[in-house]
């Protein structure tokens, strides 16, 4: 099986505000090989506050799926909380693999960065 059950995200942050078309957000970038499709489970962990762990995706057997932060609600409608910095727990069924990719716009020279999450063994 290729990919890993759990995956870590330890920099994260949604802009409060955005310039121009592009809508700054972020995204978990998803791909699931395996035959399975994957239940995963996203928990936000915070420097101030008690982690949110009520958010689910999918993502379906040899796909691909881009979960945007700043359009997920976990299973009480709360959004991920903009302007604060967190961290992420990824959590699946199945084994899959993890990226993580911010488009910032808070500039004009918007910048775009993308890493590997932390595979936990």
Not at 35 to 61: G, K, S, V
Not at 92 to 111: C, F, G, Y
């Amino acid at each position: 099986m290729i990919g890993k059950i759990t995956w870590l995200i330890p920099d994260g942050f949604l802009p409060p505000k955005s310039t121009g078309e592009q809508i700054s957000h972020e995204a978990v970038c998803v791909l699931n090989v395996g035959n399975e499709d994957a239940d995963i489970r996203l928990t936000f962990y915070f420097e101030d506050r008690e982690p949110m762990d009520r958010f689910r995706a999918a993502c379906h057997a040899r796909r691909t799926h881009h979960i945007r932060l700043d359009r997920l609600k976990d299973s009480e409608g709360n959004p991920v909380p903009i302007g604060v910095p967190y961290a992420i727990e990824v959590a699946s069924s199945v084994p899959i693999i993890v990226q993580h990719s911010r488009l910032d716009t808070t500039q004009e020279a918007l910048a775009l960065f993308t890493t590997m999450a932390y595979p936990v063994e």
